[in-house]
Each structure stands twice: as structure tokens, then as C-alpha cells.
């Protein structure tokens, strides 16, 4: 059974930082895919960025060169460094591992929340 527990929500003002964590636990995940989605209020969750085994990130459009997704298979944690924070980036954040078997999404965090405000 695979855990994921986010850590490191909070509420910032416009242009601070903030450093979200995703403790993995219940199996070894340095072979999978670990991404990072969000979902404003009355919105659809949105893909944030994403990070391989191998280390090829990928990000959205709108975070590129303010967030940096990283990762420590020691520690079994992927982190997403927030830098440059707006107030349209206020939202639930929620780290995924991608399954080795179904190429999905199919292991979800419980959510943190973060809040932007100008």
C-alpha cells in the first residue's frame, strides 16, 4: 500500500516562497514518475510539474522559472521549491506517484493547502 503524506503548506504573501514535501512510504519509489497537481477553488485539478527516475523534469507553462521539483530517493520525498509566489497560485497542492504498471497517476496525496494573497 502506497502513502503519501504533503507537508509544508502555508500562507505567503505575493512574491515569497514556500518548499512543499510528499513523504512517500510503503514501497520504494525512486524507479516512478513523482508529479505535482493543484486545484483552485472551482476549478479542475491541473498539472503543476513532474519529475523521473532519471531526473527529466517537466513543468506547466505558468511555473516555469519560478518553481523547481526535486527529489530524494534516500528519503523517499519529492519537493516542490515555490519561488516568485502569486496569488492565482493559491490552491490545494497534491503530489502523485505514477504507477510502474499503469503508466497513471494512480497514488494520491491527501493535499496541501497554499495561500497566496497580494
Known amino acids: 500500500q502506497v502513502q503519501l503524506v504533503e507537508s509544508g503548506g502555508g500562507s505567503v504573501q505575493a512574491g515569497g516562497s514556500l518548499r512543499l514535501s510528499c513523504a512517500a512510504s510503503?514501497?520504494?519509489?525512486?524507479?516512478?514518475?513523482m508529479g505535482w497537481f493543484r486545484q483552485a477553488p472551482g476549478k479542475e485539478r491541473e498539472f503543476v510539474a513532474a519529475?523521473?527516475?532519471?531526473?527529466?523534469?517537466t513543468y506547466a507553462d505558468f511555473v516555469k522559472g519560478r518553481f523547481t521539483i526535486s527529489r530524494s530517493n534516500a528519503r523517499n520525498t519529492v519537493y516542490l521549491q515555490m519561488n516568485s509566489l502569486k496569488p492565482e497560485d493559491t490552491a490545494v497542492y497534491y503530489c502523485?506517484?505514477?504507477?510502474?504498471?499503469?503508466?497513471?497517476?494512480?497514488?494520491w496525496g491527501q493535499g496541501a493547502q497554499v495561500t497566496v494573497s497580494s
Open positions: 502523485a506517484l505514477k504507477s510502474s504498471v499503469t503508466s497513471r497517476y494512480d497514488y
Open positions: 510503503g514501497r520504494t519509489f525512486s524507479t516512478n514518475t
Open positions: 519529475l523521473t527516475w532519471s531526473g527529466s523534469s
